[in-house]
């Protein structure tokens, strides 16, 4: 009686990751860079709209998400503006897609250019195009 269990335990478990693995919407590549377009180390945080999912240390950095949620990525440095990436991974057609991008972090000050609060980005799937689209955007401090 108990072997059953288990094997009904082990197979339901099996069911589970076969359909974990599936439910992988989207393959995010990126790599980190200062403003001279050198790679650099800096600190990320990945939240999805429930939790915190990962954080630590990257100069590049893979990872999958899942379908039909919103993901904020953050990257920061010391003396550097963070810049934050908005994922929305609500795809239609639910295809399996990789998004690849540079994170460029800029200075906190920089000659002759008005300071920025911080820069953005969102993903998002685009219909028109069907497949995964970005917008890049800044912040103006006052």
């Given at each position: 009686?108990?072997?059953?269990?288990?094997k009904q335990l082990l197979l339901a478990t099996f069911i589970g990751m076969a359909g974990i693995a599936n439910s992988q919407a989207l393959t995010i590549n990126t790599?980190?860079?200062n403003s001279d377009n050198d790679t650099t180390v800096a600190y990320y945080t990945l939240y999805n709209s429930d939790e915190l999912l990962q954080v630590?240390?990257?100069?590049?950095l893979t990872f999958q998400l899942g379908y039909n949620d919103y993901y904020?990525?953050?990257?920061s440095?010391?003396?550097?503006?963070?810049?934050?990436?908005?994922?929305s991974t609500f795809d239609p057609n639910f295809t399996q897609s990789i998004v690849s991008?540079?994170?460029i972090l800029e200075p906190l000050t920089t000659k002759g250019k008005q300071p920025t609060e911080y820069f953005a980005?969102?993903?998002?799937y685009d219909r028109?195009?069907?497949g995964y689209n970005s917008i890049s955007y800044e912040v103006k401090s006052n």
């Open positions: 009686m108990k072997t059953t269990y288990l790599s980190v860079k630590g240390k990257c100069s590049r904020t990525l953050t990257f440095k010391k003396g550097y503006r963070s810049k934050t990436v908005t994922i991008f540079d994170i980005d969102k993903i998002y028109y195009i069907d």
